[in-house]
């Protein structure tokens, strides 16, 4: 877990700045139960400046953004996304403030993904098996063996759309990895594979036995699986060969109306204290000394440190995009 660095918020001005502002517009592809812990926490340090969530998928979110700004009316003063490309994009046309926040000395590299852009969290993408009709001592544990499995379970295995950006980010870092031998298991799975739009009703069917493995499935269901009912029935694990980690990226907007609030909100969601109530809602903490059973550490010591695909976005992601959900469908036959 290693020794939790020095607090480093912003300055005395900046915050005073903030709280004349009074809130946060958020728009972000996490949901409202993920979201709680973090805006709690944030209005509990900083009272007086109100965080307001919504919650739509990356491509929305950029829309909303670009039509909002250009009519005017208030928009977004932090955008929170997964989608590498998206993101990139949006970098690229002048959207995002160019601010560098003070934490960032003292995390990894990878961590800043781009100019104005910071990963909040590193989330996992993870297996998940219903137990009751694979137990736990022969789901597999890697990749390269549910491909295997996948042969004899046609039409039991599930996954989510490459349309998803998790999926995308999963297929990515997994074949920028792999290379042609992670497509060789990817194509192998395709055509046993039954295909969902999002982790809900993956995960529904998986409970009620339609599927019995899924795999490249959101790691913000750990705690869910952990915390309820579903916990007697399903099973998730990190795989060895193919546990991808998406950098969910932040950055407060070019025309945010409460900047300086923004950057308070992101300064927080760096340091221990906003890593630590991430946590509590599902996500993917990377920063030393913070205490979490899902964070970073905690998948090191199953998959091991020389299997990590941990770092910023795939080199060349932008230009690759179209062929590698070419090549997808034509695996998934969509």
């Not at 046309?93 to 003292?106: E, I, M, R, W």
């Not at 909100?265 to 913070?290: I, W």
Request: aromatic share 8%.
């Amino acid at each position: 877990m290693g020794k939790a660095a020095p607090v480093t918020p912003l300055d005395a001005a900046t915050i005073a700045k903030a709280k004349k502002q009074g809130s946060v517009l958020l728009y972000t592809n996490a949901d409202a139960d993920q979201m709680a812990p973090l805006t709690k926490a944030f209005e509990a340090k900083y009272a007086g400046i109100k965080v307001r969530v919504l919650n739509m998928n990356d491509t929305q979110t950029f829309q909303r953004y670009a039509t909002e700004s250009a009519t005017g009316v208030r928009t977004a003063d932090v955008v929170m996304a997964t989608d590498a490309v998206e993101v990139l994009k949006f970098v690229g046309k002048g959207n995002v403030l160019d601010y560098t926040d003070p934490n960032l000395k003292h995390l990894p590299d990878y961590a800043q993904l781009a100019p104005g852009v910071v990963a909040m969290s590193e989330d996992p993408l993870v297996a998940v098996y219903n137990t009751a009709l694979i137990p736990k001592d022969k789901q597999p544990k890697d990749l390269t063996s549910l491909a295997e499995l996948s042969k004899s379970l046609k039409g039991k295995v599930g996954a989510t759309d490459i349309s998803n950006s998790q999926s995308f980010g999963a297929v990515s870092n997994y074949t920028a990895e792999h290379g042609e031998a992670g497509w060789k298991n990817i194509e192998a799975l395709g055509p046993n594979t039954g295909v969902e739009s999002g982790n809900g009703n993956l995960m529904q069917k998986l409970a009620q036995g339609q599927y019995q493995a899924t795999y490249f499935v959101s790691g913000s269901v750990r705690a869910l699986i952990e915390g309820e009912e579903a916990g007697k029935i399903l099973n998730y694990t990190y795989l060895t060969d193919g546990t991808p980690l998406l950098p969910r990226g932040v950055a407060v907007t070019k025309k945010a109306s409460s900047p300086d609030a923004g950057k308070v909100f992101v300064n927080f969601l760096l340091s221990v204290e906003g890593q630590e109530a991430a946590c509590k809602g599902g996500f993917t903490p990377y920063r030393e000394g913070v205490k979490c059973a899902y964070g970073v550490p905690a998948i090191e010591e199953v998959v091991g440190a020389d299997n990590m695909m941990l770092g910023g976005y795939p080199k060349d992601i932008v230009k690759d995009k179209p062929a590698i959900i070419d090549r997808w469908k034509k695996a998934y036959d969509r």
